[in-house]
C-alpha cells in the first residue's frame, strides 16, 4: 500500500511516524480522536486572524483570493459561520 504523504502545515507532526509499536499506535489513535479539536482550533484562528486582516489594511476581495475563497465566504469565516458542508457533517454527528 503507497503511503500518504503528511501534508506540509503538519510537518511537526512526523514524530508520529516510527517504528511500529504499541507506544506509537497509541499515539497515533490519540491523534486521530483529537481531529476535531484540531479542526475547531484551525477554524478559530483562521477567524481571528481573518477579522484582525478585515479591522485592517484589507477588504474581503483583497483576501478573497489569497484564501481561494469567494469575498462572501471571507465574511463568513470573519463571521464564524461554517460552509454547507461542514454544517450538514456537524449537524449530522451532534
Not at 499515539?27 to 486521530?32: D, H, I, N, P, R
Not at 482550533?41 to 486582516?53: F, H, I, N, P, Y
Request: hydrophobic share 45%.
Amino acid at each position: 500500500m503507497d503511503r500518504t504523504e503528511l501534508p506540509e502545515p503538519f510537518a511537526a507532526l512526523a514524530d508520529l511516524a516510527g517504528d511500529p509499536t504499541i507506544d506509537r499506535a497509541v499515539l497515533l489513535g490519540k491523534a486521530l480522536k483529537a481531529v476535531p479539536d484540531l479542526q475547531r482550533w484551525l477554524r478559530e484562528e483562521r477567524q481571528l486572524t481573518v477579522r484582525a486582516l478585515l479591522d485592517g489594511p484589507y477588504d474581503r476581495n483583497d483576501l478573497a483570493p489569497h484564501l481561494e475563497v469567494t469575498p462572501q465566504r471571507v465574511a463568513d469565516i470573519a463571521a464564524g459561520h461554517r460552509n454547507a458542508a461542514s454544517l450538514a457533517k456537524a449537524r449530522k454527528n451532534g
